[in-house]
């Protein structure tokens, strides 16, 4: 079993930024994929950015490209986001994800809140 405690969100005004970070529990950790996601209020649940097992290979949604950049230690069982240029339309719930591969994130943390000012 994994379990996952996000933390780091907060209140930022538009244009600053931010740095998640999602602690994991469990040996399997390095061999996971780990995402994360973002759900705002009346929408679904999208897509944020995921990285390979050895941090080797990252994808991101094209909405955060280029001002986000997700990063893991293995060594602390971790994995990062880093949020740059941060817009109000970024303000959501953060949730991290991990599993044996992209098509089976299993394991969802709680999720941590991120708003935007303008």
């Known amino acids: 079993q994994v379990q996952l405690v996000e933390s780091g969100g907060g209140l930022v005004q538009a244009g600053g930024s931010l740095r998640l970070s999602c602690a994991a529990s469990?040996?399997?950790?390095?061999?996971?994929?780990m995402g994360w996601f973002r759900q705002a209020p009346g929408k679904e649940r999208e897509f944020v950015a995921r990285i390979s097992g050895r941090g080797l290979i990252t994808y991101y949604a094209d909405s955060v490209k280029g001002r986000y950049t997700i990063s893991r230690d293995n060594a602390k069982n971790t994995v990062y986001l880093q949020m740059n240029s941060l817009k109000p339309e970024d303000t959501a719930v953060y949730y991290c994800?991990?599993?044996?591969?992209?098509?089976?994130?299993?394991?969802w943390g709680q999720g941590t809140q991120v708003t935007v000012s303008s």
């Open positions: 994800a991990g599993g044996p591969s992209s098509s089976s994130l299993n394991y």
């Open positions: 469990g040996r399997t950790f390095s061999s996971y994929v």
